[in-house]
């Protein structure tokens, strides 16, 4: 299987090319040419196999260029039960809301305990097998811009990882302060973190500006380094995260929610449009889902744009209670666009053309057709996604997370202005203690709040008996490496100085 560029369909590479690139020279996505197709007979073998099973499938359909044996290792190495806290990586939870059922895909029991651990503790590996067929001998940079979950789950996944170097910018008030702790308190050899003034948009695009500066790569490549990217736009970030659609799907199967063949809805807490684009990836391989629910907080650009097929960044910018939802210009949509456009290059080069250039583009008239029919836009304001947490720990004991709250929502929004009774598969995107303050005011309002994070930890269990996972608990007695603060315009000597490559 060959991918192109979203924005030069002749600009081909391989799997490997694609993983260690990261982003294409044109500025453009890679992307797979075509989609392996799952039929029944495939599904039924699915059903059968756990996890890394049904991981290594679908691995081995789009990484043609990998062996039987690299794959293995790689879904071996990332999923253990030992990081995932259990067999099974990413489990279905069954709860309700009033009379809605609720189908939770827990992607969040990783070591940083957010469903960036997915995708993130697989792509290390994918990338040193990639390099070694592409550029061997180089020692990959990866820059990270993160508004918080992606900082720590990269760095956790590449940690020592031999011949990588990792490099991770957050905007210094854009992050929880167990977020912040989280990432300042890194262990690993290869490892460098630093805050950035500014939001984090500008902490994107003065990564992607460092990306594209030919003197720095020159730099790089005189000192035997080259650039890739850790973050939702590179292929291997989100392959593994069809993987868990598929195996949501065939959980729901065995446990008896549905049928073989049955069409369910997903429902996604959505920023960079990685994880919603990866179930719809699946959608196109043959998973039979109806509807793709596209959840936003009050950083509402995605809304707007599925309702009216006009995207514009040209809005104020909202510091919420979800704050890896809090993002304005979302890169993967540009993968959607251009499967949307019918594999249309020109299209899509426009439309990011002009996004660039005014920071605004509108779709033709067959893609908004096409938008409609398969998503549904909606978002979730800072008051309702308090008051779902509450009712859904108050009436059916399950406590979530503030982006899994925003999806709740918007979920119950679709039910009620729809009537659509189909099974829906809600993506729980992060661990409720990992945003304890958020969640704890909203099940306990009239509490004092204490003073640490870690006090909210422990009151929050308290409340709800619900464990803390082991790498939060473990978190408190850490101290922090990691204190820098740089100006985004100062960015690209930051990162040549930590290379110690100026
Ligand atoms: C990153 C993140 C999201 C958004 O996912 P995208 O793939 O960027 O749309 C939602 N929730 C949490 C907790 C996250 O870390």
Not at 227 to 236: D, E, K, Q, T, V
Not at 295 to 302: E, F, I, P, Y
Not at 336 to 345: F, P, R, T, V
Request: net charge negative; hydrophobic share 35%; proline share 4%.
């Amino acid at each position: 299987m060959l991918y192109n560029s979203t924005q030069n369909a002749r600009e081909v590479v391989s799997s490997a090319q694609a993983i260690a690139q990261g982003i294409s020279k044109d500025g453009g996505l890679f992307v797979p040419q075509e989609f392996p197709k799952y039929d029944k007979a495939d599904f039924q073998a699915l059903l059968a196999m756990d996890y890394r099973g049904r991981a290594k499938k679908v691995f081995s359909d789009f990484l043609t260029d990998f062996t039987e044996e690299e794959i293995i290792d790689c879904v071996s190495k990332a999923y253990t039960s030992e990081k995932f806290g259990g067999s099974n990586p990413a489990p279905m939870a069954y709860t309700k809301l009033g009379d809605t059922p609720l189908n939770v895909l827990e992607l969040w029991h990783g070591p940083t305990c957010a469903f960036k651990d997915m995708a993130l503790q697989i792509l290390p590996h994918l990338l040193t097998k990639s390099l070694k067929k592409t550029y061997d001998g180089k020692d990959a940079v990866i820059l990270v811009a993160t508004s918080g979950d992606t900082g720590k789950a990269a760095l956790e996944g590449f940690k020592d990882v031999e011949h990588t170097k990792i490099i991770v910018f957050y905007p210094v008030d854009g992050v929880s302060p167990m977020q912040k702790h989280q990432m300042n308190t890194q262990e690993g050899s290869n490892v460098t973190v630093c805050a950035i003034k500014g939001n984090f948009d500008d902490a994107q695009t003065g990564v992607k500006k460092i990306f594209t500066t030919p003197e720095i790569s020159e730099k790089l490549a005189e000192n035997n380094m080259l650039f890739s990217s850790a973050n939702s736009i590179n292929w291997g970030r989100l392959l593994p995260q069809i993987v868990y659609y598929i195996s949501a799907y065939c959980d729901l199967v065995n446990d008896g929610k549905i049928a073989l063949g049955d069409k369910i809805n997903v429902v996604v807490p959505t920023g960079n449009f990685g994880n919603i684009l990866a179930s719809y990836y699946a959608g196109l391989m043959g998973l039979p889902v109806a509807k793709f629910i596209c959840a936003s907080n009050s950083n509402n650009v995605l809304t707007d744009f599925i309702n009216t097929g006009i995207y514009d960044k040209n809005r104020d910018f909202y510091t919420t209670m979800s704050p890896s939802m809090d993002i304005l210009v979302s890169s993967n949509l540009e993968r959607l666009l251009y499967k949307l456009s019918g594999d249309s290059d020109v299209s899509t080069k426009e439309w990011m053309d002009s996004l660039k250039s005014t920071g605004k583009y509108e779709v033709s008239d067959e893609v908004k057709a096409v938008i409609r029919e398969k998503f549904f836009g909606g978002f979730c304001g800072e008051e309702q996604t308090q008051s779902i947490i509450n009712r859904l720990f108050t009436q059916s004991g399950y406590l979530c997370d503030t982006h899994t709250a925003v999806a709740v929502n918007v979920y119950e929004q679709y039910v009620k202005n729809t009537g659509d009774t189909t099974p829906s598969v809600i993506a729980s995107t992060a661990s409720p203690y990992k945003f304890s303050k958020a969640v704890l005011k909203a099940v306990s309002p009239d509490c004092t709040l204490p003073e640490t994070e870690f006090e909210m930890v422990d009151m929050l269990f308290d409340i709800s008996k619900m464990p803390v996972p082991a790498p939060l608990a473990s978190l408190k007695d850490k101290k922090a490496r990691f204190s820098d603060v740089t100006e985004v315009d100062k960015m690209p000597e930051y990162v040549l100085s930590a290379l110690s490559i100026e």
